[in-house]
């Protein structure tokens, strides 16, 4: 078994106390790796150590062109190693093979758009009522701690550290304490490539061990958080001490609403997507299915003939669509949305059990479940299960879609599917949240901002957008006027 260490200021750490988690393979329990548990007090040296590399210019005086280029170095370390990487995030969260090599192809490819975005910050110039040159200029924010979830660890790492670099920040990321493996390897990437120590500082431990400190500690400048809607209220409260920026990309009840019109078979393969990708266990999945009345039976009928394609398994296994929910906890919480749903009266069409079989009793496997004729109030529909549960609900017309769509504290995602282009358009202009699709679902992009409205965060990031949230703003005017002011 590995045992891990963390990377604070360009060294291998062990936590202080010399605390350690096991960290195991949700498909089967079995123990993949050791990390350091660390807590505020290996904060504190990782903060010192990215303080200090901020301070004394190392890398934000780095030429952009310098930093890009690291950029890229890291993007290729990553498409080198890329194959154990997928395997490791496989093993680590559960998630089936394709996908976890997807998003390590997309995490190369994120370092690498950033790579390119470092050269191209730039600032204006402003006509002033004055005889002045006024101008402005972008610069880094300072030291940046990053907190990521446990769902796409790698991506996730990836969308938070390569912004922030490109722009010359400084970083401390702390990933979730039960899928820590992938940042760890990237720590390694790092280290092998010789960043200026102090730069990325990659440490494990708990929410309430270390990223809480992560969200209060007076030495950091900005924290960038995704993960759930209640801890993300808590990080924005802990960050008030020093007034740190604060970016949130948090939960989400996400509507897929399907229409009449809309290609029938390509919409049946985009609502099972949108729902069981990743085990559901995704922020932007489309958990609640708005099915116009008129198509209703059919198209849940649909569903559950497609739905027997979706194999589980351990996610190395070939082809399984489906691996375990990330934990034992976790999967006890959807499990638990399960029996609420039943008991609020909403239909059980499929799913709702825990697999049968040697091959799935030692990992925390769920069948995929779908819940029929939902109503908009009950708790199914309104809160975030964030596990393989889909809700349907039928709708009369297009006003109630976008009614029931928006009738949600959340605002991450929508998908539409409908073969009228101008119902489509007018749909997602009224829809409250941040990211939409018409005729697809999922497809994320490097190139387009990420985030949502309302309570599923606020702030960006991939982008434009995503580089701007580690910037800072300062204004420069120069007097052209050699007389004195002649005020007094
Ligand atoms: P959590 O909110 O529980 O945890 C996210 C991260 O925050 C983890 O690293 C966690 O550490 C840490 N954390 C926990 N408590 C605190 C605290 N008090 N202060 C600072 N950090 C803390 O989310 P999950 O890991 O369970 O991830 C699931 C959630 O993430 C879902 O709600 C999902 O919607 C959201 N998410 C949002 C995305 C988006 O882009 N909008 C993308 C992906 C997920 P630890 O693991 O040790 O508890």
Not at 170 to 178: F, H, N, Q, R, V
Not at 200 to 223: C, P, Q, S, Y
Not at 362 to 389: C, K, Y
Not at 462 to 469: A, T
């Amino acid at each position: 078994m590995h045992h891990y260490q963390n990377l604070i200021g360009g060294k291998w750490h062990d936590a202080l106390g010399g605390q350690r988690r096991t960290i195991t393979d949700p498909a089967n329990g079995q123990a993949l790796a050791s990390v350091p548990e660390c807590s505020a007090e290996d904060v504190g040296i990782a903060v010192a150590a990215a303080r200090q590399a901020f301070d004394s210019g190392v890398w934000r005086q780095t030429s952009a062109l310098e930093r890009g280029k690291t950029l890229f170095r890291i993007a290729d370390a990553i498409r080198k190693d890329s194959t154990q990487l997928a395997r490791l995030e496989v093993m680590n969260c559960g998630k089936p093979l394709a996908e976890a090599e997807f998003d390590i192809a997309d995490a190369a490819n994120c370092f690498e758009f950033y790579g390119g975005l470092a050269t191209k910050i730039h600032g204006e110039t402003m006509q002033v009522p004055a005889n002045s040159v006024s101008y402005v200029v972008r610069e880094p924010i300072g030291v940046c701690a990053q907190i990521i979830p446990w769902n796409f660890p790698l991506l996730m790492a990836a969308w938070k550290l390569a912004p922030a670099l490109a722009a010359g920040n400084t970083c401390i990321l702390k990933p979730s304490e039960l899928t820590p493996l992938t940042a760890l390897a990237l720590a390694k990437i790092i280290y092998e490539l010789e960043l200026p120590a102090g730069v990325v500082n990659i440490i494990t431990g708990t929410g309430a061990g270390a990223g809480e400190e992560l969200a209060r500690h007076a030495g950091i400048d900005k924290v960038a958080f995704t993960g759930g809607t209640a801890t993300g209220r808590k990080v924005m409260q802990a960050a008030t001490g020093n007034l740190k920026r604060v970016s949130l990309e948090l939960g989400g009840k996400n509507p897929n609403i399907v229409f009449a019109d809309a290609d029938f078979d390509a919409a049946v393969d985009g609502a099972l997507f949108a729902a069981f990708a990743n085990q559901g266990e995704v922020c932007s999945a489309g958990s609640r299915l708005l099915v116009e009345k008129s198509i209703h039976r059919p198209f849940v009928q649909a569903m559950l003939q497609k739905i027997e394609r979706i194999k589980l398994g351990h996610g190395l296994d070939a082809g399984v669509k489906m691996g375990p929910l990330v934990s034992a906890a976790h999967r006890e919480k959807v499990e638990a949305y399960i029996q609420i749903g039943k008991a609020e009266g909403a239909t059980l069409v499929c799913g709702g059990e825990r697999p049968a079989g040697a091959a799935f009793s030692q990992g925390w496997f769920l069948q995929p479940t779908i819940f029929d004729n939902v109503t908009p109030q009950m708790r199914i529909a309104r809160e975030e299960i964030f596990g393989p549960v889909l809700a349907v609900i039928a709708f009369a017309d297009e006003a109630e879609a976008v009614q029931i769509a928006n009738d949600t504290d959340y605002g991450l995602a929508a998908g539409v599917w409908t073969t009228n282009i101008f119902r489509g358009l007018r749909v997602v202009n009224q829809i409250r949240a941040g990211i939409t699709w018409i005729n697809t679902y999922h497809p994320t992009f490097n190139e387009l901002p990420w985030g949502g409205y309302k309570q599923s965060g606020h702030g960006r990031e991939l982008g434009l957008y995503g580089i701007e949230e580690y910037l800072e703003t300062k204004q420069v005017n120069i007097n052209l006027d050699e007389a004195p002011l002649g005020w007094y």
